[in-house]
């Protein structure tokens, strides 16, 4: 019922993208984010494409595994897409059916942003395929390190993250155990109606809820006895390190931002052209 | 043994304890106790007999309500010094799950010594150190919730190793492994023990554990009771008795032995207890002797209920980079009336494949997705795996399986976590209105009063009572009743004596062998426990690697000892003793229940007297 996700979707093989340093890779999500939403045209938008091709071979990830993910968010996808084509206004009127009016400007814009969030979701998705929820926390402790000077709990807040990955596995365990019990005895969680099914998991939720706050105490005891005392006075065995691989990655990703932002200025609108085009014709 | 002079590194005076709610209520009463330094010192005691607040009380996690307890030098009452004394007092726990912080081991092994400061380098040094004194250096970077459950105590042993304590305390850490992983994390202890001169504090309710150490203690509500070598505190069986505790069972062998004539002396070790009863034929003269084998009669069953198997293969999560294989082509037929048991170690796949007895887990065919694949060409049709449980088809989508469910009652491993109902008798109830909607309230409050009793609860004091009120072995036979009050004619039980003291388990196991007398038709057990299951099944399959590999009565299936060894699994004590008395030319024929070894036993001893 509920599946494996201690990993996220991390997909286990060894490539460059795998084993660049998490920080890079976060920054380097944001600055390919940013540099999506600034690109003001398809210029632009084709050197994302090609940082995110490049990205893909880097991590040696079947296409059709990053592809999967944008199976989540098509629904999402397809309806602003539709929203967009019929509500956005224009000059350049293609077809006119009682209230619906599709405009060229709209058809254009459509596909723009179609191919946005779709290099979007796509980028995203190669960072947890490429990086363990683990990594993941480590690089976002070391990132908001700064903040502790401004008495922000960063340690504490890790080791909420970090305890928190640890037992998602075993409390998803234990949900299915339970499940299978009381599945056992005659319960029913697939018919009925929503009040019905909402009923029927109360003998789910008690024993999990309960397990959660033995098992939370019998943790902190463990803690406890291994002398945890806050993060005073605390050495930290793992330590993020910049390799070559890294400083690759930065140099591709400031190159993306600034390719980007020189096409705003300098690269002549496309639309413009298309509407050139048409008007020939 | 240490010397009797060497320094206390622990010292109890007169100490006692009470947890808050229960005031006056002693949980530790004027404990008086020593520890010396490089000691093995094993604590014996019923649940509830105060070992476990002992350990917490060492280390400070508990604070005394009166006495004085000295570890190192350093007085643990004054609250101050807990910190520093829990760098030199480690503590393992019972549940490896639910003591460890990280998700790699290295990180988890690093998390003891980041809190006390230690150097980034050294913190490398020391897992290394710790991880390779519990043989786990290849796991470094192994994520713990996919290792074995002994591997992952193991690992929570490492953790607490790598803060470098001088003595170490295990709390029932073996209670939840199977006989392989307990092997592995008392063959670690002992190592450290004796080659790294850790002292070792071992609290447990396994006897057999309890006898690797120098010194036992036993508790008894909250008291020490008994304190001296194991030798001598096996030897006093009666009073062990008295405290809710059982002997091993090589000291029953020896007992009942005795009282037959033998003279024996109190061995702890199998090849020791064979050469001793060898030595006892000798002295009489009998050089090669041979007790008969017992002729087994076929129990007469109407065969109503016969559970078949044929062709089960089952892989968890299928199509991802993770998939395992749990089952490969199971083929195995349970006779109605039979106490089966199921054996084989953690991950063996023996859960798995009893969840597909009541459909937890369906058949493939038996989905509501499930479109028959045409064949490839030039490859066979591969074989569907079949399941009938009485006259339930498995295989067929139009199967009632709540019908299925009703008849086939399952009781998982640690049933009591499954309770939730504000009173014992809603919560026995919950499954009796789940599957019969059309039942009166006199027919439900029968049913529920019915299985209440039958698992030995009082049924007037505990139905009004929140089932989380009930003490341990309580809230599993309520939970037990839960299950059987729709009356199943076939009855699993996963693991129904795990975690249990052994007084607990001679219980629990007595109660199945009555519901098999009097409610249910088959009973079937899984389980790891290899004495658990030749003393009470009638017949048992061993399943390794997702594949049955024997499955026969315990007498025969216990014979084969060197396959089963290979397959890491261990064989009961009767069988080991019998194996060493092959050596010396006697051979046993027995069940091998202790009873009937001793029995056969003397029964060659006397008939080569004659």
Redesign the interface.
Same mark, same amino acid.
């Given at each position: 019922m509920l599946?494996?996700v201690?990993?996220g979707q991390y *997909?286990?093989v060894k490539s460059f993208a795998h084993r660049s340093d998490p920080r890079i890779k976060l920054l380097a999500l944001i600055a390919y984010i940013v540099a999506l939403f600034l690109a003001k045209n398809f210029y632009g938008l084709a050197l994302c494409f090609l940082v995110l091709c490049t990205a893909i071979i880097a991590s040696r990830v079947p296409l059709g595994r990053v592809l999967r993910s944008v199976k989540a968010v098509l629904i999402l996808l397809v309806f602003t897409a539709v929203l967009n084509l019929f509500f956005h206004g224009g000059s350049h009127l293609l077809v006119h059916w009682g209230i619906i009016k599709i405009y060229l400007e709209g058809v254009i814009f459509t596909v723009f942003f179609v191919f946005r969030l779709f290099f979007l979701v796509m980028g995203s998705a190669l960072l947890t395929l490429t990086t363990?929820?683990?990594e993941l926390t480590d690089g976002i402790e070391s990132l908001l390190k700064p903040l502790k000077y401004i008495k922000f709990p960063v340690h504490e807040l890790a080791?909420i993250m970090?305890?928190a990955?640890?037992f998602i596995?075993?409390l998803i365990d234990?949900t299915n155990?339970?499940i299978? &019990?009381?599945? &056992?005895?005659? &319960?029913?969680f697939e018919s009925g109606n929503i009040f019905k099914r909402i009923k029927a998991i109360?003998?789910i939720l008690?024993?999990l809820l309960?397990?959660a706050f033995?098992?939370a105490e019998?943790?902190g005891? /463990?803690?406890? /006895?291994?002398? *945890?005392?806050g993060s005073k006075?605390?050495?930290? *065995?793992?330590?993020l390190r910049f390799g070559w691989r890294d400083l690759i990655c930065f140099l591709v990703f400031a190159a993306l931002i600034t390719g980007v932002v020189m096409f705003n200025i300098y690269a002549a609108d496309i639309f413009p052209l298309i509407y050139e085009y048409i008007r020939i014709n | 043994m240490p010397e009797p002079t060497s320094e206390n590194v622990i010292q109890f005076e007169n100490v006692k304890f009470s947890y808050a709610g229960a005031e006056g209520v002693f949980a530790v009463n004027g404990v008086n106790l020593e520890v010396r330094r490089g000691e093995f010192l094993s604590v014996i005691g019923h649940n509830g007999s105060g070992k476990s607040t002992l350990a917490r009380l060492v280390n400070g996690l508990l604070e005394a309500d009166s006495g004085k307890i000295t570890v190192l030098g350093m007085g643990v009452s004054e609250g101050k010094n807990s910190l520093e004394i829990r760098r030199h007092v480690g503590i393992v726990f019972q549940n490896p799950d639910n003591q460890m912080v990280a998700s790699i081991v290295e990180d988890d092994v690093a998390f003891g010594p980041e809190n006390i400061g230690v150097e980034r380098e050294e913190i490398g040094r020391r897992i290394e150190w710790a991880l390779k004194a519990v043989g786990m250096e290849q796991y470094r970077e192994a994520t713990p919730t996919r290792l074995s459950g002994g591997q992952k105590q193991r690992i929570a042993i490492a953790g607490v190793l790598a803060i470098k304590p001088e003595i170490l305390i295990l709390d029932e850490s073996t209670a939840m492994l199977d006989p392989k992983g307990r092997r592995e994390v008392m063959e670690v202890v002992s190592r450290l023990n004796k080659d790294e001169g850790m002292t070792v504090i071992l609290i447990t309710h396994f006897m057999e554990e309890a006898l690797l150490a120098d010194r036992c203690v036993v508790m008894n509500r909250g008291e020490i009771v008994l304190t001296g070598t194991p030798e001598e505190i096996f030897e006093n069986g009666e009073k062990l008795e008295a405290y809710n505790l059982s002997l091993p069972r090589i000291s029953e062998i020896i007992n009942d032995l005795t009282l037959g004539g033998m003279n024996l002396s109190n061995v702890l070790r199998p090849e020791e207890l064979a050469k001793e009863i060898a030595q006892n034929f000798k002295d009489k003269g009998i050089e090669n002797a041979e007790s008969p084998a017992d002729k087994i009669a076929d129990s007469a069953s109407q065969h109503l209920w016969d559970v078949s198997v044929k062709n089960l293969t089952f892989t968890y999560s299928k199509k991802s980079p993770f998939a395992t294989k749990a089952l490969k082509g199971i083929n195995l037929r349970i006779d109605d009336g039979e106490f089966f048991g199921i054996i084989g170690h953690t991950g063996s796949g023996k859960s798995t494949l009893v969840q597909h007895l009541n459909a937890l887990i369906k058949l493939p065919q038996a989905q509501k997705r499930y479109r028959a694949k045409k064949p490839k060409k030039g490859k066979p049709v591969p074989e569907l795996p079949q399941i009938t449980v009485g006259e339930f088809d498995l295989a067929n989508k139009k199967t009632d399986f709540k019908a299925l469910r009703a008849s086939v009652g399952m009781v998982f491993q640690y049933p009591e976590y499954q309770l939730f109902a504000e009173t014992v008798f809603a919560d026995v109830a919950f499954g009796l209105k789940n599957f019969k909607k059309d039942l009166s309230k006199e027919e439900i409050e029968k049913a529920v009063r019915d299985s209440i009793e039958v698992v030995g609860l009082n049924y007037n004091e505990v139905k009004d009572k929140s089932p989380f009120d009930l003490s341990g072995g309580q809230k599993r036979r309520a939970a037990i009743a839960g299950v059987i009050v729709t009356r199943p004619s076939v009855l699993i039980l996963d693991e129904p004596a795990a975690g249990l003291d052994p007084l607990g388990k001679k219980e629990i196991m007595e109660l199945l062998h009555k519901l098999h007398r009097e409610w249910c038709n088959t009973v079937i057990i899984v389980s790891h426990d290899m004495d658990e299951v030749a003393e009470n099944c009638t017949k048992a399959a061993v399943i390794s690697n997702g594949e049955v590999v024997a499955c026969d009565r315990p007498c025969n299936l216990f014979k084969d000892s060197e396959s089963l060894f290979a397959l890491g699994l261990d064989i009961p004590l009767t069988s080991k003793i019998c194996e060493e008395l092959k050596k010396y030319g006697i051979t046993i024929n027995c069940d091998c229940t202790p009873k009937d070894f001793a029995a056969k036993v003397l029964k060659a001893y006397g008939g080569g007297n004659a």
């Open positions: 599946n494996d201690t990993f *997909y286990p363990t929820p683990v080791l970090s305890i990955l640890r596995p075993t234990e155990r339970i299978s &019990a009381q599945k &056992a005895r005659g &319960a029913d109360v003998p008690i024993p309960i397990s033995r098992r019998e943790l005891d /463990a803690m406890d /006895a291994r002398c *945890y005392s006075n605390r050495t930290k *065995y793992k330590k | -």
